[in-house]
């Protein structure tokens, strides 16, 4: 399979990780959005959140729960954002599925 973020987690593409255990992948955006910008996947390829079910669910919730340990560790005690987009309408690039954090700063009050 052609995809990314799969020659990410393996290595075989160069990225700067920020977290990494059995299940999920963290690293730094490589064209930040926010002072920090960290995308968080599952190691199991899934193409966007539209292809989570009872089978693969474990990953998404590990990913939550990491959230906030990452989002410690990055400083962001102010607050941040998690995006996930999700298909062609919300301009998805990447068809791994990945939830942004994006934090460090005042944010946006627009959601899109
Ligand atoms: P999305 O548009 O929601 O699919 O987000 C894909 C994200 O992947 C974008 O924010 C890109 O900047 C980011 N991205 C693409 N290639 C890489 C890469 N090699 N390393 C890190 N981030 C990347």
Do not use: W
């Not at 059995?22 to 959005?33: G, L, S, V």
């Amino acid at each position: 399979m052609n995809c990314l973020f799969c020659k990410i987690i393996k290595g075989e593409i160069p990225s700067s990780k920020v977290y990494e255990d059995d299940m999920i992948y963290a690293f730094r955006d490589i064209n930040p959005m926010a002072k920090v910008h960290v995308l968080v996947i599952p190691k199991l390829h899934i193409p966007s959140a539209d292809g989570v079910d009872e089978d693969n669910s474990a990953y998404i919730a590990h990913i939550f729960e990491m959230i906030p340990y990452i989002a410690k560790a990055e400083g962001l005690d102010g607050g941040y954002r998690v995006i996930t987009n999700c298909g062609d309408d919300a301009c998805q690039s990447v068809k791994h599925l990945h939830f942004h954090i994006l934090g460090g700063e005042q944010l946006s009050d627009k959601m899109c």
